[in-house]
């Protein structure tokens, strides 16, 4: 959910008419912008901050799946234990 938030909050146009992303391109690409069409450069933000929420959502599937696997070995010493206590 927040993910979703936060790319919805990155891609949304503000007041100037620039999406609040457009501040993630760097200092030389700003340099060169006026050669670019503003089309295209509005087409290299989606596409940095496309990569970046990507980057993000691997990262954060790869700490859900660990968690989860943490989660599971424990359930089954759990179970093991309570096995063990009641005698089966």
């Known amino acids: 959910m927040a993910i979703g938030v936060g790319t919805t909050l ?38 940095l901050v496309k990569r970046q929420v990507a980057g993000y959502a691997d990262a954060a599937r790869s700490q859900v799946d660990d968690l989860a696997a943490e989660e599971l070995q424990a359930l089954r010493r759990a179970i093991r234990r309570r096995r063990k206590q009641l005698g089966i």
């Open 10 to 47: 990155l891609l949304r146009s503000g007041p100037s008419g620039h999406s609040p992303a457009y501040a993630v391109v760097s200092g030389a690409g700003r340099a060169g912008r006026h050669l670019l069409p503003e089309q295209s450069r509005s087409e290299k933000v989606r596409r």
